[in-house]
């Protein structure tokens, strides 16, 4: 059985960095890609980030770029979200997810699995 176990929310000042993780299990998850999407109370779920499992390629919301990184530790089989610079647009329930169909990265339709999701909180 798949699981996706997102965990390193919670709250942080605005500027601060958090580190969220997800540990995936059930699988081989060579040829998957994983991502990040976030969704704030009210709002659809929204694309964060992803990458393929080899790392090589990484795709980023803009509102993400140049403070949010992406990455994997195969050997653990987790998923990594470096968040710097925070901003109080950035508070949400992040979710960790994986999908074969790579073609289609941003949208959540694309997405087999998924995670239960953490907190990220970001005050001003």
């Known amino acids: 059985q798949v699981q996706l176990v997102e965990s390193g929310g919670g709250l942080v000042q605005a500027g601060g960095s958090l580190r969220l993780s997800c540990a995936a299990s059930g699988r081989t998850f060579t040829g998957y890609a994983m991502a990040w999407f976030r969704q704030a109370p009210g709002k659809e779920r929204e694309f964060v980030c992803a990458?393929?499992?080899?790392?090589?390629?990484?795709y980023y919301a803009d509102s993400v770029k140049g403070r949010f990184t992406i990455s994997t530790d195969n050997a653990k089989n987790t998923v990594y979200l470096q968040m710097n610079g925070l901003k109080p647009e950035d508070t949400a329930v992040y979710y960790c997810?994986?999908?074969?169909?790579?073609?289609?990265?941003?949208?959540?339709?694309?997405?087999?699995?998924w995670g239960q999701g953490t907190q990220v909180t970001v005050s001003s």
């Open positions: 990458m393929n499992w080899s790392g090589r390629i990484t």
């Open positions: 997810a994986a999908t074969t169909d790579i073609a289609f990265v941003t949208r959540p339709q694309a997405y087999d699995y």
